[in-house]
């Protein structure tokens, strides 16, 4: 999964780190919304959230 900030950074990090969205399909995934200022993302159809603090540090679901 790629997230591009405002400032142009791009960060990459795996999909299998969250088996709900790698397990949805790309159209489901695109359907995300940026909450708390810009501090998570969030799905709703996926009932997923993610901190972008988190992404940044390298957490995934198992160390966490």
Known sequence: MWV???????????LVWFPVLGAATPARRMRYEIGGGGISLHWPELDEDLSIAGLMAGVDRESA
Not at 4 to 14: I, K, N
């Open 4 to 14: 591009t900030f405002a400032d142009g950074r791009v960060l990459g990090v795996p």
